[in-house]
Structures are given as C-alpha cells and as structure tokens.
C-alpha cells in the first residue's frame, strides 16, 4: 500500500495492514497535525511519501524496518510498558518504506514543513525523561522529539501515568487563546491491563467547550482546544502518544503551554492536606 502522509486516515483496512485510528486536518478541521496508528502483519509493505511533511515514525510493538533513500533502520519495541521509546525523523520529499518483519503496531504522524533537518534515528539513551507532578498526579515524560532534538514544527512526547493517577494537572491549553501558543495535538492509549481506560476532558467554559472522552485501549483523543488534562482508571496503569504540531518552528518548541489559574496551586503542594488527617475520615 502507497500513501502519502493526507492519505493515511484513508487508508482501507486489509487483512495484512490496519489503520487502528487516525487524525487530521479532513478529519478535525484544524490545520497542521496529520496521525495514524498502524498494526501490520509479519510480510506486509508500506510505502509513504513524505511529500511536503516531516514525519516521524515511533515503534510501539514488533519489528520493522524503515528504508529511507540508501539508508535503512531496524526499529523494534516488546512493548510501551516494557521497554523506552525511540523515533525515526523524516524530513520532507522523501520515500519511504517500511518493511513488517514481525507482525507490528507503530504510530507515524507529521506536519508541512520545510526540509531543514535530516532523516535520523533517536534512540532511547538520548531521549530525555523526567518525573512531573505528585501525589495523585504524577507521571513519567519521555521527550520524544522536543528542544534539544530537532524538528520544523513536530513535538512529541510519550508518558507512563501510574493506575489511579492524573496526567496534565494543573490542566494546560496551547490552542492560541490566553496567551498561550497554538499547537494541535493527538493522544494515543494503551493500558495494562488492557480493560483499563483513561477519562479525557477539553474545556474552556466561557467559549462555551466542555467535552469528556473515555479512552480505552489503542484509543485515540484528539486536543483542537481548550485546557485539558486525562485520568488513568484504578485499575490499569496508563500509556499515551502525544504528537502536537502548530504555530511553533525550530527551538520555539520550546514554549511552555498556558496553565489554568484556577489550579495551579497545586504545585509544590501536592501531599498537603491528606484526608486521613480529616476528622470525618473513618479509613
């Protein structure tokens, strides 16, 4: 199957190649983000030509190859909650095949951009990670491709969130609005157990935005505004994929989102007031 990078969310299901969900400017309206997350079958080809996008590929199951012009990459993955994460940078006007050699789910999204940097594979030794958050919100981000790694306007990042934990709290906005920068964004689930979900809400209530999704696995929410944040049910540890794209080039994608106000307190405090210590609590 050939495509190019708009034709990805067309793409009909066969029994060696799977479109598992998908997003993009035909489906959301909005401007930059194109992304699918793909399962193939051991033997399967697909071709892509980059066109005007850059396009990054990130492992999330199986073993492939990626054959970019004369060069190739070997990519593989036992799993997101078993092993890190790494990603292939493909910059525009190039072709593109990637090779199943084990029976495989990858996620490729990408966004127009000019051909400034050059095709090339981030390993996990140099993808930066930290801890975010606490008591009931935190979480571990992988900096997939963000300042220093370069890209034109690509952002990714992938993010472990323990059973009954939040992820994004205080709840952040980057869709142009109250200062903050525009970026679209995608979020791909997967949870262990597998019957777990997350809960995902958008809101800005003044313009009139509040939507709530539940997510389960191999899941896909999509952020085209307004603040959000995302909860892992108790029972399941949580995964996701962030691919964001927008108004931010180069290093600007350095650019912190916009914090909602209302909760931002939080920081730094977030084991006060614990409620074993409140007089009706009976635990």
Sequence with gaps: MTFQLAE????????????????????????????????????????????????????????????????????????????????????????????????????VGGTPADPVYPVRHIGADSIRVELRGGGAARRQVAHLLAPPIEAHRLILYEVHVPRGSWSGWPPHCHDGLDGSPYLEETYYFEHRPMNGFAIHRN????????????????????????????????GSHMYFLNFLAGDLEHDQRRTPPCFDERYTWIDGRWDDDPIEHQPAWRG
């Design 8 to 107: 990805l969310f067309d793409a009909v299901s066969s029994g060696e190649i799977e479109v598992v969900c998908a997003a993009s400017p035909q489906i959301t309206g909005w401007q930059y983000l194109t992304y699918a997350t793909m399962r193939a079958a051991a033997g399967a080809t697909i071709d892509l030509d980059t066109a005007g996008s850059e396009v990054a590929i990130v492992a999330l199951a199986g073993r492939f190859h990626v054959h970019v012009g004369e060069q190739a990459f070997a990519m593989s993955r036992t799993g997101v909650f078993s092993e890190a994460g790494s990603v292939l940078y493909v910059p525009p006007a190039e072709r593109v095949r990637i090779t199943i050699d084990q029976a495989s789910t990858f996620a």
């Design 203 to 234: 809101f800005r209530e003044r313009d009139g935005l509040d939507e709530t999704f539940v997510a389960g696995h191999a899941g896909l929410v999509t952020v085209p505004a307004g603040y959000h944040s995302t909860a892992a049910s108790p």
